[in-house]
C-alpha cells in the first residue's frame, strides 16, 4: 500500500509539550473533537489554530505529547489540520496514538537544526525522505516496520481493524 | 534464553519461547482498564471497528474517576454512557461514584485483578502503578482499547529493561515519593522512553506495597513503558489478602539489561519537583519558604493509607495555615473507610483540612480544587505541567505526603522533619 506524500510549512515547538497543553484536561468533559479542537495547543501558544492555516506539518523537539495517555491530543492535532508529525523523539503512547490515528508521525534526530518556523517542506512517504525545500536540504527517514505502515495507510487502526476484524 | 520479567509476559502472552527487545509482538491482554474519559473513545472506536461483542467481559474493568460525582451536565453524559456501555457488554467491574469505587489503579491494586506475571493495558498512562505487585501495566490510547475490546489482544515492541537497584532505607519523614523524584531528577523526563524498568534492592524491599505504588506510578514520568518492582515476601502476604493467585516470573540472574542505575536510599533528603516539569527535581531546602494557597493530598500516586498517616503524624496537634486550602482525597472508597475509622480523617479535619470522596479531579485540573491565576500549589500527584491543576499561569510543586502536609501548616513550602515525631 503506497502513502500519500505531505507538503506544507512547518510549524515548530520546543522539547516537551504535554498532552495537557495540546488539550487540556479541563475541557474533556465532551468527546466532540471537532469542539475540543478549538481548545487545541491553547496554554502553549493561542495562536495555533490561526497558524495551522497556513503550516500544516508539525514539527518539534524531544519527548513530544508526553504525559497523560489521552488520545485526544492526537485527535485534536488531526481535527486542527495538522497533517504529518516530525520530531526529534516522541512520548510511547502519543506515537501510537497518532498511528492509530492515522498521521504520520516520525522520529527525526537533529530535526530542530535543519526545520525553522514556516520552512517549505515535502515529506516523501514512497522515498523515505523529507525534503526541506526552503533550505535545500533532504533527510534521509528511518522506515517504520511494515505493520505499522499498515495501520497508516489504512487511515488508523479503526479503519485496519475494521477490514481485516484480526491482528 | 535469558529473560527479564517484562520479557517473559510478553512471550508467555504472544505464545512464544523467547522475545528480545526490539521484537514486535502481539500478545492477549489479561486485563484491559479504561475511565470515563478514555473508554467513550474506546467505546465509539469499537463500533467504528464494526465489533459489537466484548471479546471477554470478565477481563475489563471501568472505572468512573477522573472527576466524579459529575461536575457538569456534559460529563454526566458521558458517565451515562460508560455506565450503558457496562451494562450492555455485562461488564461487572465497572466501579462508580461511591461503594467500591476509587481510582482505578488503587483499585486494581487493592481489589485483587493484577498480580504477578500479568499484562495488564489500561488507557490512562498511570496503568504502570500495576508495577507494585510485579505486574506488567501498560498505558495504552483509546483506539487501542477498543482493538483490545474487540479482540482480547494488542502489539507491543518488546522494550529494553532498565535495573534500577535502590539500596539503604528511607528515614522518615523521607518517602517513597522522595525516592521516586529523586530517581526521576537523575533519569530525566524521556530518559527511559520506551523501556521498561525493574526496581530492585534492599530499599525497595522495605517499601510498602502502598509506597511501591507510588514508585510504579511515576515511572511514565520517565517516558518508561511500564515499572515493575520486583516480587517478594510483601508481595505475596499482600496478594493473599485481595486473593489474587501468583505466577511468578522472575528476571533471570544473566537477563540482560539496557543498563543498571544505582540508587542510595539511607541519606535522602525531602526532595521536591518546581514547575512546570516533574523531573526539575531539587531538595525541598532549596525552595523552603515559598508561600502557597494550596496543599493537594491524594491522587494515584499518594493517596492511600500510609500517606494519610504520615499527613496525620504532621498535623496532630497543628493546624492548616489561615491562608492555605488543604485538600485531602483518600484514592478509593476503601481507603476512605479504613482512614475513617483508624481516626485519621478526624484528626486532618480537625487541623482544617477539606476530605473529599475519591477522585482524580485537581491532579489534573478537572474537580475538587482548580488553581486560579498566579496561585501556588504543593501537590503529592505525578505531573506539574503548564496549566494542569488549573490557570496556565498556576505554578504547581511535587512533592511527597510530608512536605504536602508541613507545607499546608506553615502556610509555605516546608521541610518536614521540622515538624515530624
New interface residues.
Given amino acids: 500500500m503506497e502513502l500519500n506524500n505531505v507538503s506544507g510549512r512547518a510549524l515548530r515547538y520546543g522539547d516537551?509539550v504535554?498532552t495537557?497543553?495540546i488539550i487540556?484536561?479541563?475541557y474533556?468533559?465532551?468527546?466532540d473533537i471537532a469542539t475540543l479542537a478549538e481548545h487545541a495547543m491553547e496554554?502553549?501558544d493561542p495562536e495555533f489554530r490561526r497558524k495551522v492555516s497556513t503550516c500544516n506539518i508539525l514539527v518539534v523537539g524531544?519527548?513530544f505529547g508526553?504525559?497523560?495517555?489521552?488520545?485526544?491530543a492526537?485527535?485534536v492535532l488531526k481535527a486542527a489540520g495538522i497533517q504529518a508529525i516530525l520530531a526529534e523523539?516522541?512520548?510511547?503512547?502519543f506515537f501510537?496514538?497518532a498511528i492509530?490515528?492515522g498521521i504520520p508521525a516520525f522520529e527525526i534526530r537533529g530535526l530542530s537544526s535543519d526545520v525553522d518556523q514556516g520552512d517549505l517542506l515535502e515529506l516523501d512517504l514512497n522515498l523515505w525522505k523529507l525534503r526541506n525545500l526552503t533550505k535545500a536540504i533532504t533527510i534521509e527517514l528511518s522506515r517504520l516496520?511494515d505493520?505499522l505502515m499498515d495501520i497508516l495507510a489504512s487511515g488508523?487502526?479503526?479503519n485496519y481493524?475494521?477490514k481485516r476484524r484480526?491482528? | 534464553m535469558a529473560m527479564t520479567t517484562c520479557e517473559k509476559i510478553l512471550a508467555k502472552n504472544s505464545g512464544r519461547a523467547s522475545v528480545s527487545p526490539g521484537d514486535?509482538v502481539?500478545a492477549d491482554v489479561d486485563l484491559l482498564m479504561i475511565n470515563e474519559?478514555?473508554g467513550?473513545?474506546a467505546e465509539?472506536?469499537f463500533e467504528?471497528?464494526?465489533f459489537d461483542k466484548v471479546w471477554n467481559p470478565e477481563k475489563v474493568v471501568a472505572v468512573l474517576d477522573?472527576?466524579i460525582p459529575a461536575?457538569?451536565v456534559?460529563?454526566a453524559s458521558?458517565m451515562k454512557k460508560m455506565r450503558e456501555f457496562a451494562r450492555t457488554h455485562s461488564v461487572k467491574n465497572f466501579y462508580g461514584v461511591g461503594g467500591e469505587g476509587g481510582i482505578a489503579h488503587q483499585l486494581l491494586v487493592e481489589k485483587g485483578l493484577v498480580g504477578p506475571g500479568m499484562l495488564v493495558a489500561g488507557?490512562?498512562?498511570h496503568t504502570c502503578t500495576a508495577g507494585a505487585v510485579s505486574a506488567l501495566g501498560i498505558?495504552?490510547?483509546?483506539?487501542?482499547a477498543?482493538?483490545i475490546l474487540?479482540?482480547g489482544?494488542l502489539?507491543f515492541r518488546v522494550p529494553e529493561t532498565v535495573k534500577i537497584e535502590v539500596t539503604g532505607h528511607l528515614r522518615p519523614p523521607v518517602m517513597a515519593k522522595d525516592l521516586i523524584l529523586s530517581i526521576i531528577g537523575s533519569v530525566r523526563?524521556?530518559g527511559a522512553?520506551?523501556k521498561a524498568i525493574e526496581y530492585c534492592g534492599e530499599a525497595v524491599s522495605k517499601i510498602s506495597i502502598d509506597g511501591r505504588m507510588t514508585i510504579a506510578n511515576m515511572s511514565v514520568e520517565m517516558?518508561a513503558?511500564t515499572g515493575i518492582v520486583k516480587t517478594d515476601e510483601a508481595t505475596i502476604s499482600y496478594l493473599e489478602k485481595t486473593g489474587r493467585s501468583l505466577t511468578l516470573l522472575e528476571s533471570d540472574p544473566d537477563a540482560r539489561y539496557d543498563k543498571t542505575l544505582q540508587f542510595d536510599a539511607s541519606d535522602l533528603e525531602p526532595k521536591i519537583a518546581a514547575p512546570f516539569?516533574a523531573d526539575n527535581v531539587m531538595e525541598v531546602g532549596k525552595v523552603e519558604g515559598i508561600e502557597i494557597d494550596q496543599a493537594f493530598l491524594g491522587s494515584c500516586t499518594n493517596g492511600r493509607m500510609e500517606d494519610l498517616r504520615a499527613a496525620a503524624n504532621i498535623m496532630c496537634r497543628r493546624r492548616v495555615h489561615p491562608h492555605v486550602r488543604f485538600i485531602v482525597i483518600p484514592a478509593s472508597m476503601k481507603i476512605y473507610r479504613e482512614a475513617l475509622r483508624e481516626g485519621i480523617l478526624e484528626t486532618l479535619l480537625s487541623a482544617g483540612a477539606v476530605i473529599s470522596n475519591p477522585t482524580c479531579g485537581p491532579c489534573?485540573?478537572?474537580s475538587q480544587g482548580?488553581l486560579a491565576a498566579d496561585e501556588v500549589c504543593v501537590s503529592s500527584s505525578n505531573?506539574n505541567?503548564?496549566?494542569?491543576m488549573?490557570d496556565?499561569t498556576s505554578r504547581v510543586y511535587l512533592a511527597s505526603p510530608t512536605t504536602v502536609a508541613a507545607s499546608a501548616v506553615a502556610g509555605k513550602i516546608t521541610d518536614p522533619r521540622r515538624m515530624w515525631s
Fill in positions: 516537551n504535554n495537557d497543553v487540556p484536561a479541563k474533556l468533559n465532551t468527546t496554554p502553549l524531544r519527548n508526553c504525559g497523560s495517555s489521552r488520545e485526544h492526537a485527535m523523539s516522541y512520548a510511547r503512547i501510537r496514538n492509530n490515528q516496520p505493520f488508523g487502526l479503526v481493524l475494521k484480526t491482528w | 514486535i502481539v474519559i478514555t467513550p473513545l465509539r472506536a467504528d471497528m464494526g477522573h472527576a461536575v457538569d456534559r460529563s458521558v488507557a490512562d498512562s498505558g495504552v490510547g483509546s483506539t487501542e477498543a482493538a474487540a479482540t489482544k502489539w523526563a524521556d522512553t520506551y517516558g513503558k516539569q489534573l485540573g478537572m482548580v505531573r505541567f503548564v496549566g494542569r488549573g496556565k
